[in-house]
């Protein structure tokens, strides 16, 4: 894969729609032709966990361009490019709640995770995060979650990707890893994170996909949610649970494989359990296997 645009978002708060900077790295040919940075008022409020991270203050955004002014200003560099990001699960519904909530018409873009090809086709690694892919590749990222350095380091992941393993186009690419690249329109099916009411939706009647990658952790599993997730709504996950073979539960029985735990640290460290996640702890105590993970391993292992 020689032509496409790596990109990454930074947000203000754990909302994926509170992008407050971005960072896009054009490479044509197989090498890096051009790139843009730019911070954006999110219109939202700053956490100071997000702000310990990426180190942007609401003073710095202040005369900054919102989201729908800047997409505009670019997006005929982006129509019918090839997007790709490290961790697409976020990234990409970002991309999604933004334009949504902007009422913007996006161009047309096919989407691919590094963070997914690389799990399919470097193995025996213990951690596929960005930072650890870059010390396998010898990638210098001086400054980790600074968007236009991570979206560089995204880029130049999928060339040392694409030639080590040959992926020059989509079929290779499912050939050897099983994957197919998304689209916007694929993210428009889920319900946005920015509406304030969502319709509460029977877990167990989402389709299941049946033609997925039978290697993921997920395919075949019972696959049960408590707790506020940060990332998705619980509908969200519970359709990417559902497109990798795996059937969402509304609540724990004696045939769930996983809780994913949403509030991880108030449930764990605080003690504010759910009655699901008590009855989880009290089967494990009666011998039964489920796998209590969190919000961010979920999403690693998808």
């Known amino acids: 894969m020689k032509n496409f645009v790596a990109f990454d978002f930074e947000t203000a708060n754990r909302s994926r729609h509170s992008i407050c900077s971005v960072?896009?790295?054009?490479?044509?040919?197989?090498?890096?032709?051009?790139?843009?940075?730019?911070?954006?008022?999110?219109?939202?409020?700053?956490?100071?966990?997000?702000?310990?991270?990426?180190?942007?203050?609401?003073?710095?955004?202040?005369?900054?361009?919102?989201?729908?002014?800047?997409?505009?200003?670019?997006?005929?560099?982006?129509?019918?490019?090839?997007?790709?990001?490290?961790?697409?699960?976020?990234?990409?519904?970002?991309?999604?709640?933004?334009?949504?909530?902007?009422?913007?018409?996006?161009?047309?873009?096919?989407?691919?995770?590094?963070?997914?090809l690389s799990k399919k086709l470097i193995l025996g690694k213990t951690s596929y995060t960005?930072?650890?892919?870059?010390?396998?590749?010898?990638?210098?990222?001086?400054?980790?979650?600074?968007?236009?350095?991570?979206?560089?380091?995204?880029?130049?992941?999928?060339?040392?990707?694409?030639?080590?393993?040959?992926?020059?186009?989509?079929?290779?690419?499912?050939?050897?890893?099983?994957?197919?690249?998304?689209?916007?329109?694929?993210?428009n099916i889920l319900p946005s994170r920015t509406r304030v009411k969502h319709e509460k939706v029977d877990l167990a009647e989402i389709q299941i996909l049946k033609e997925v990658d039978q290697k993921s952790p997920f395919f075949g599993k019972n696959i049960v949610f408590t707790g506020k997730l940060s990332h998705f709504s619980r509908n969200e996950a519970a359709q990417m649970i559902a497109n990798k073979g795996g059937k969402p539960q509304n609540g724990i029985n004696h045939d769930t494989n996983y809780i994913v735990l949403g509030n991880f640290d108030d449930a764990m460290i605080k003690g504010k359990k759910s009655t699901k996640l008590l009855k989880a702890e009290k089967m494990i105590s009666e011998g039964k296997v489920v796998k209590i993970i969190s919000e961010e391993d979920f999403i690693k292992m998808l």
Not at 34 to 54: G, K, T, V, W
Not at 98 to 115: A, G, M, V
Not at 176 to 181: G, L, Q, S, V
């Open 130 to 187: 960005l930072d650890s892919l870059c010390k396998h590749y010898r990638i210098n990222l001086t400054n980790h979650h600074h968007a236009l350095d991570d979206a560089r380091a995204c880029a130049e992941i999928m060339l040392n990707l694409s030639n080590e393993f040959e992926l020059n186009d989509f079929e290779s690419i499912f050939n050897k890893t099983k994957i197919r690249p998304r689209t916007l329109s694929e993210f």
């Open 23 to 116: 960072g896009l790295v054009f490479v044509k040919d197989g090498k890096i032709v051009d790139s843009i940075y730019q911070l954006i008022n999110p219109e939202e409020h700053f956490e100071r966990m997000n702000m310990a991270i990426h180190h942007i203050t609401p003073k710095d955004v202040k005369d900054a361009p919102t989201f729908d002014v800047f997409y505009q200003t670019i997006k005929d560099k982006l129509d019918n490019q090839i997007m790709v990001a490290h961790n697409i699960s976020f990234d990409g519904y970002a991309f999604r709640d933004n334009l949504e909530r902007y009422k913007i018409q996006p161009s047309t873009h096919h989407l691919l995770c590094t963070y997914q």
